[in-house]
Each structure stands twice: as C-alpha cells, then as structure tokens.
C-alpha cells in the first residue's frame, strides 16, 4: 500500500510537465512560467517536510500518509478547473502541501517493517513504485491529454487520488505508531533540540546532496519534453515517450540497485552511477550525435537507469546517517534539501533557458550530477577517517 501510494505521489508530482505544451498553448506562458508552476509545487516540500515529520515521530504515520494522498489528489482535480494562470499557481503550492506528508510518512513505515538483510530491497520496492508513477504520467496524461484536453485529464486523474486514499484509510496498519507507544522511554526533547540533534549529525551533507540530486532530476522531469520538441524536432508525443523511457528505466535500475545495496559499498555504488548520469547528460544537451528519437530513447535511458540504480542506496545512506527513532523528522528533513532543489531548479533552469539556451541547462543538469559525485565520495573518505582502527590480537 506504502509503495503504492508512492506511485500515486510521483504521478502527481509530473502531472504538469507532460501537459505544458497543451497548457503553454492556452494560456500563452513563457518557459520561466511554466517552471514557476513546478517550483509552487515543490515550495511547500521545502517548509513543511520536517514538521511534519516530526508530527509522524509523535502521532504515527498512516493519517499522516493518507491525508497527504487525499489534499493532493483534491488539488489536482481542481488544477483542471483553473481559470488563469496565478490560480494554476494557488492549486499547485495546495497539492505541494499534500506531497509534504508523503516522505516522512512513507519512510516511517518501511523503516518499521524491513531489517539490515532486505533493506535495500525494502526501500528499493518503494522508489520503484514512485518511478512507476513517474514513467506513467507522461505516456498517460499527454495521451488524455491530446484526447479530451489537458483540464479534463487534470480531473480525472485527481480523483483516481482521493480513491486511493480512502483504500489507503481502511487498509493501512498502524505499524509506526504501535512502535512508537511501544518504546519504553518516550522522547523529552523539544521541537528545537531535536533540530540541533539532527544539525549536529552527518544529516546536514545528505541534506545537500539531496538539494543537489533533485536539482537534476527536477531540471529532466520538467524540461526534457520542450528539449526534444525544440532542440531535437520531435513531437510532443515523442518527447513524453522519451521521458515515460527514463522513468521506465529508472524503475528498472531501481530494482537492481537495491540487490547492490544489500551487497557492494553504497558510496561507491552512487558515485559510479551519478558520474555516468552527469557524462551522458552533457551529451545529450551538446548533441554529440545526431538529434534522433533513437538517440534521445537511448540516452535518457541511461541517465534514468543511472539514477534509479542509486536510489536504493541513498535511502539506505539516510537510514545509516539517522539518529535513533527519528525516521520521520530524519527523511523529513533531507527531503527538505531535495525540495529547496526541486524549487529552484524549474524557475533556475527555465530562466537559463530563456535568456541563454536549454542546452546550457542541460549541461547544468549534468553539472548537478557531478556535484552529487563529489560530495557522497568526500562522505565516503571522511568515515573512513573516523573509523576506528581495530587493535591486534
């Protein structure tokens, strides 16, 4: 149910992107306009994530979850009934309120029922069912769209949410909470020095890393269909299967990624992956090869592939950087750094692209990936310095 709700989130999250060129026709917008829209979405994420998880460590975590499904899917349904652009902007910052609850909730309840030997599956199932969510929206909303109108695939596609909430409700066990009553000693600490706890920790280097990662995916998720509808004169149709192609390889890389997580040195696991990403992402947006449908399929693939193979074990970096039974304000709180990347990319990259060009925001993509690579393997070398040194026999 977590991973499906996961699902339901990322759907959400790319509800817009797939549908700009349809919206850009009717209300006349410019592409800083468009990822104004993305960055209101992604605004809430950034202010409201940490509270709230510090809400699901005292209250537990499914009414949290599932009012977050709910206020989502409500907002995107009301999306399709926005009469101008400023009131696309309110709809979008309400459904970003709903998408806050989704990663400190979620994550406290995988974080109840999965152990060292499949955590890395564990969370690995999780982020397959949002990149899912990911590779469906563009295929699924740019298809309706082009069918019955981008307003009435708003509609539809929202109430799908509010149904799945109530599924949510009645279905849902209370597995965070019954262990958070079952904890012997219930937390004294205030608001503000579990802030200082999670500000003393190595939480602060995942946080940006996070800032930098979603800076990326952010910047692919919203422009990749106006890059190749532009740069490489495909069609809309075209360019959302090219992006329904990243996110379908992502979720593969997914899977593996959490089998090699289980297994092999995350750190290095990350590093390797993102530098790929970051290449492959430069070579694409200088168009080293020919600006084809195949190309594009081809090499998006591998950049999604490449960061679906990581998010296994960023979860699990997260999980080994956390203090004690604080998994809802920890996830809350490094999710607050991909948040302030995923609101300021769109509007960042958007204004790159109108008063430059979209291939130097492409190459900006790349340059955030490399920044991720830098940053996990300088994490990597700082434990290893702190690590004790094991005493001979």
Same mark, same amino acid.
Not at 185 to 205: A, C, G, Q, Y
């Given at each position: 149910? &977590?991973?499906?709700?996961?699902?339901?989130? +990322?759907?959400?999250?790319?509800?817009?992107?797939?549908?700009?060129?349809?919206?850009?026709?009717?209300?006349?917008?410019?592409?800083?306009?468009?990822?104004? *829209?993305?960055?209101?979405?992604?605004?809430?994420?950034?202010?409201?994530? !940490?509270?709230?998880?510090?809400?699901? /460590?005292?209250?537990?975590?499914?009414?949290?979850? @599932?009012?977050?499904?709910?206020?989502?899917?409500?907002?995107? $349904? *009301?999306?399709?009934? =926005?009469?101008?652009?400023?009131?696309?902007? @309110?709809?979008?910052?309400?459904?970003? *309120?709903?998408?806050?609850?989704? +990663?400190?909730?979620?994550?406290?309840?995988?974080?109840?029922? &999965?152990?060292?030997?499949?955590?890395?599956?564990?969370?690995?199932?999780?982020?397959?069912?949002?990149?899912?969510?990911?590779?469906?929206?563009?295929?699924?909303?740019?298809?309706? =769209?082009?069918?019955?109108?981008?307003?009435?695939?708003?509609?539809?596609?929202?109430?799908?949410?509010?149904?799945?909430?109530?599924? %949510?409700?009645?279905?849902? /066990?209370?597995?965070?909470?019954?262990?958070?009553?079952?904890?012997? /000693?219930?937390?004294?600490?205030?608001?503000?020095?579990?802030?200082?706890?999670?500000?003393?920790?190595?939480? @602060?280097?995942?946080?940006?890393?996070?800032?930098?990662?979603?800076?990326?995916?952010?910047?692919?998720?919203?422009?990749?269909?106006?890059?190749?509808? $532009?740069?490489?004169?495909?069609?809309?149709?075209?360019?959302?299967? &090219?992006?329904?192609?990243?996110? %379908?390889?992502?979720?593969?890389?997914?899977?593996?990624?959490?089998?090699?997580?289980?297994?092999?040195?995350?750190? $290095?696991?990350?590093?390797?992956?993102?530098?790929?990403?970051?290449?492959?992402?430069? &070579?694409?947006?200088?168009?080293?090869?020919? =600006?084809?449908?195949? @190309?594009?399929?081809?090499?998006?693939?591998?950049?999604?592939?490449?960061?679906?193979?990581?998010?296994?074990?960023?979860?699990?970096?997260?999980?080994?950087?956390?203090?004690?039974?604080?998994?809802?304000?920890?996830?809350?709180?490094?999710?607050?750094?991909?948040?302030?990347?995923?609101?300021?990319?769109?509007?960042?990259?958007?204004?790159?692209?109108?008063?430059?060009?979209?291939? *130097?925001?492409?190459?900006?993509?790349?340059?955030?990936? !490399?920044?991720?690579?830098?940053?996990?393997?300088?994490?990597?070398?700082?434990? +290893?310095?702190?690590?004790?040194?094991?005493?001979?026999?």
């Amino acid at each position: 149910m &977590v991973s499906g709700g996961h699902f339901i989130s +990322h759907f959400y999250l790319l509800a817009f992107p797939p549908l700009f060129p349809f919206i850009l026709d009717t209300l006349a917008l410019s592409n800083t306009e468009l990822g104004l *829209i993305i960055s209101a979405m992604m605004f809430p994420n950034l202010v409201l994530q !940490l509270p709230i998880g510090q809400f699901v /460590d005292r209250v537990g975590a499914k009414r949290v979850f @599932v009012s977050g499904l709910f206020v989502t899917g409500l907002a995107t $349904s *009301i999306a399709g009934l =926005a009469p101008n652009y400023p009131s696309l902007l @309110v709809v979008a910052v309400v459904a970003g *309120i709903g998408q806050s609850a989704f +990663h400190p909730s979620d994550y406290a309840l995988l974080s109840t029922v &999965v152990d060292d030997d499949n955590e890395g599956k564990g969370f690995s199932l999780h982020t397959f069912g949002g990149f899912a969510g990911f590779a469906a929206a563009p295929v699924v909303l740019g298809g309706l =769209a082009v069918l019955i109108g981008w307003r009435v695939t708003l509609m539809i596609a929202g109430t799908a949410g509010v149904l799945y909430a109530l599924v %949510a409700y009645l279905t849902l /066990d209370t597995v965070y909470l019954d262990r958070i009553e079952q904890q012997d /000693d219930e937390s004294s600490e205030s608001f503000l020095d579990e802030i200082r706890t999670i500000l003393d920790s190595d939480l @602060v280097m995942l946080f940006v890393f996070f800032m930098l990662l979603f800076m990326a995916g952010t910047g692919i998720q919203t422009f990749t269909t106006v890059f190749l509808v $532009s740069e490489y004169s495909l069609s809309e149709t075209a360019g959302n299967s &090219v992006l329904t192609t990243y996110f %379908a390889l992502s979720a593969i890389g997914i899977l593996l990624g959490g089998v090699f997580a289980d297994r092999f040195d995350i750190h $290095s696991i990350i590093g390797g992956a993102l530098t790929i990403a970051a290449l492959v992402s430069v &070579v694409l947006a200088v168009r080293v090869f020919p =600006a084809t449908l195949t @190309v594009a399929s081809v090499g998006f693939g591998i950049v999604g592939f490449a960061t679906g193979m990581i998010r296994p074990s960023r979860d699990s970096l997260v999980n080994l950087h956390s203090p004690p039974d604080s998994s809802g304000r920890s996830f809350g709180f490094v999710f607050s750094g991909g948040s302030l990347g995923g609101f300021v990319s769109p509007a960042l990259l958007g204004y790159v692209t109108d008063t430059l060009t979209i291939e *130097i925001a492409f190459v900006g993509v790349g340059v955030f990936f !490399l920044a991720c690579t830098t940053l996990v393997l300088w994490m990597r070398r700082m434990q +290893h310095r702190v690590e004790p040194t094991p005493s001979p026999a």
